[in-house]
């Protein structure tokens, strides 16, 4: 059983900047892909950035250049958010793809609002 708890959402005014953090807890054998992934209402979730243990990084295009994801640590990640912009309004969820060497488990966490509104 793996745990993600995000932390960092909230309100900010449009150029502004958000910092989000996810650690991962429980039994984890292995991480291969950590990443964040957003829903606005009336939409679906969609990728907005993700690593894996090589350090391989892929961005939506929408955030490229203005979002940066890193590792903090084996099994937690981080996404800075700088110029934001009223479209970034969704809640944010953290992912983590997790295996125990037989089978790859898909692990989300319970998501974390970001609002940008003057």
Known sequence: QVQ????????????GSLRLSCAASGTIFRTYV?????QAPGKQRD???IITTNGNIDYA???KGR?????DSENSVALQMNSLKPEDTA???CY?????GISLFANWGQGTQV????
């Open 61 to 63: 295009d929408s955030v």
């Open 67 to 71: 979002f940066t994801i890193s590792k």
């Open 4 to 15: 993600l708890v995000e932390s960092g959402g909230g309100l900010v005014q449009p150029g």
């Open 34 to 38: 950590m990443g964040w992934y957003r």
């Open 96 to 100: 983590a793809s997790t295996g125990d």
């Open 91 to 93: 809640v944010y969820y």
């Open 47 to 49: 990728l907005v950035a």
């Open 115 to 118: 609002t940008v509104s003057s």
